[in-house]
């Protein structure tokens, strides 16, 4: 079964610095991976999502990730945090044949001024 | 307009009662999904029906029973609830075949809260 291990649940930076929200995975064929942000009190929207076609993945909000097979990892980063970033945000796998999402236990994010 | 609705978005009831939550999109999808997040934000698939036929079933109590009347509705069905059911529930549609990567789309989920 595929899974995704979230380092860190949760990470502060400031206003305008560079944010790394990190991913490893572990799969037995090439993953699926997709990266969900979830502001407070609301449901999960999709950030980016890696299917093999690029190895740098570029999302919405000035969010990108990078696939890298050789480290299992799909680390999401943002060059330069703004304050309405700060949000839970999940990795997730796509596992099997039926696109059953497999999630991460999720990262917090928080900017401060 | 809303891509994934679900109602109520707040659910309050006591312990033994019999519930339900529905689910609805309007995007064409043939492929819906509940999902639970419990308290520590941890989110694990439930079940998935594609085309009203259920697909997915993960070990879920037998106390929960998803029915699907047709592909644009996944309702949620709980009985005898416990105190343990207590979480956020979210439905979510993608479209099965369209490609394997597809995106699946969330509600904004219902926060059930058992006494």
């Known amino acids: 079964a595929q899974s995704v291990t979230q380092l860190g649940s949760h990470v502060s930076v400031s206003e305008g610095a560079l944010v790394l929200l990190r991913c490893n995975y572990s799969s037995s064929v090439p993953p699926y991976l997709f990266w969900y942000v979830q502001y407070p009190n609301q449901g999960l929207q999709l950030l980016l999502k890696?299917?093999?076609?690029?190895?740098l993945v570029k999302g919405i909000n000035g969010f990108e990730a990078e696939f890298k097979k050789s480290e299992t990892s799909f680390h999401l980063t943002k060059p330069s945090a703004h304050m309405s970033d700060a949000a839970e945000y999940f990795c997730?796998?796509?596992?099997?044949?039926?696109?059953?999402?497999?999630f991460g236990t999720g990262t917090r994010l928080l900017v401060s001024p | 307009d809303t891509a994934v609705s679900q109602t109520p978005k707040y659910l309050v009831t006591q312990m033994g009662n019999d519930k339900s939550i529905k689910c609805e999109q309007n995007l064409g999808h043939d492929t819906m999904y509940w999902y639970k997040q419990d308290s520590k934000k941890f989110l694990k698939i439930m079940f998935s029906?594609?085309?009203?036929?259920?697909?997915i079933n993960e070990t879920v109590p037998n106390r929960f029973s998803p029915k699907s009347p047709d592909k644009a509705h996944l309702n949620l069905h709980i009985n005898s609830l416990e105190l343990g059911d207590s979480a956020v529930y979210f439905c979510?549609?993608?479209?099965?075949?369209?490609?394997?990567?597809?995106?699946?789309?969330f509600g904004p989920g219902t926060r059930l809260t058992v006494l």
């Open positions: 890696y299917t093999s076609a690029a190895t």
């Open positions: 997730a796998v796509r596992d099997g044949g039926f696109q059953k999402l497999v």
């Open positions: 979510a549609s993608s479209q099965l075949g369209g490609g394997v990567s597809d995106t699946q789309y």
């Open positions: 029906y594609n085309n009203k036929e259920l697909i």
